[in-house]
Nanobody, 121 residues
């Protein structure tokens, strides 16, 4: 299991920005892909963004153009920059280390502890 520690999150007004960080410890994050997903009350868990070991990214349609996933392998950290936030983005956000050996399915090797993001209208 990959140990992941998240930071960031909080309360922001609609239209604002936040950045989430996810740092791996005990493992080299560069050996894994990474993903962010979110869980909002009463809604299904949603995969928000994903980044491969070579830096390729993809996003849910709901966040495309507003969120950016990136990685800094020197810092063993993956980020989620969230811009133009709206109340529908309110959720607990989780980062994940993704096993790169599996292409057609997402196999998670570690989860962060979750970060609350609340967007007020």
């Amino acid at each position: 299991q990959v140990q992941l520690v998240q930071s960031g999150g909080g309360l922001v007004q609609a239209g604002g920005s936040l950045r989430l960080s996810c740092e791996a410890s005990g493992s080299s994050f560069s050996d894994y892909g990474a993903a962010w997903d979110r869980q909002a009350p009463g809604k299904q868990r949603e995969l928000v963004a994903r980044i491969t070991t070579d830096g390729s990214t993809n996003y849910a349609d709901s966040v495309k153009g507003r969120f950016t996933i990136s990685r800094d392998n020197a810092k063993n950290t993956v980020y989620l920059q969230m811009n133009s936030l709206n109340p529908d983005d309110t959720a607990v956000y989780f980062c994940a280390a993704v096993d790169p050996k599996f292409v057609n399915t997402m196999v998670v090797r570690g989860w962060g502890q979750g970060s609350q993001v609340t967007v007020s209208s």
